[in-house]
Every structure is written in C-alpha cells, then in structure tokens.
C-alpha cells in the first residue's frame, strides 16, 4: 500500500513540472502537440523496458540476455528516434531545433529532461538560431 501511494505522489510530482509558467509575451516555445508526442513515446519506451524484463519490477536475469544498462540504453535511442517523426507528424511542419532536443532530454531523462532542455533554451536564446531571409532587391 505505501508502495502505491509513493507511486501515486511521484506521478502527481512529475506531472507538476508539465504546467508552464506564466509569460508575459505569450509565446509558446514547444507545441502543446510536440508534449503529447513525448509522452506518448515515452510511455511506449517505459513499456518496452517493462517487456524486456519479464514485466518484473526489479531487474533480474531474463530471456533477452540484456543487462538494465543495455535495455536502458536500446529504449532511450528509439524512443528519441521515434518521438521526433511523431511530432512531425502531429505538428504538420518539420520541428525547430528547440523541440527536437526537447524530445530527446524528454527520452534520456523521463518528463524532466525535456523541461530542463526548454529551460536552457530560455536561458539562451542564441541555440535558436535565426532562420536567414533572403532581401530582394528592387529593379531599376
């Protein structure tokens, strides 16, 4: 019983850090749909984890022969190869740097990690970039 209430307040903890601040300018900076593709493939990764590993909550020696590290590490790179063709989709448009890095800090570190990457986005504006726009010059 402790076991699932723990559980319960770290998932009400994580999902916490979800809720964005207020800004004054209004501008998002990551699309509501990019959010939803990080978690949709971010659960899809914690579940394959889970199947890798007998579906047993403590690792132990199973029939895929994977260490936790190596199973850790298989569902991090294709949860961060898929979140991002995802996304694309879902937003319509191809994704600015900004969200694809958001996507992967989302897969190495579950719902902080893309919330950090937003953050050092903030913190400096100069990662963005600027798309460069072509001046046309007017004929004589």
């Known amino acids: 019983m402790k076991r699932c209430l723990a559980l319960a307040a770290a998932v009400i903890a994580a999902f ?3 809720v ?5 300018r209004g501008r998002r900076h990551v699309a509501k749909e990019v959010k939803v ?3 949709v493939t971010g659960a899809a990764a914690t579940v ?4 890798i590993n007998d579906w047993k909550w403590r690792w132990q020696n199973n029939s895929s022969g994977l260490t936790s590290l190596g199973a850790y590490a298989i569902t991090t790179i294709g949860c961060a190869a ?3 063709m995802v996304a694309t989709v879902l937003v319509k448009r191809p994704l600015t740097m900004r969200e694809g890095h ?3 800090g989302s897969c190495v ?3 902080v990690g893309g919330w950090l990457v937003d953050q050092a986005y903030r913190s400096h504006p100069e990662w963005e970039g600027r798309p460069v726009r ?4 007017k004929k004589k």
């Open 16 to 18: 916490s850090l979800t």
């Open 20 to 24: 964005q601040s207020a800004d004054a």
């Open 37 to 39: 593709a990080a978690i």
């Open 102 to 104: 958001v996507l992967a």
């Open 48 to 51: 394959t984890y889970f199947a």
């Open 109 to 111: 570190l579950p719902i």
């Open 134 to 137: 072509k001046h046309h010059r």
């Open 82 to 84: 898929i979140a991002p």
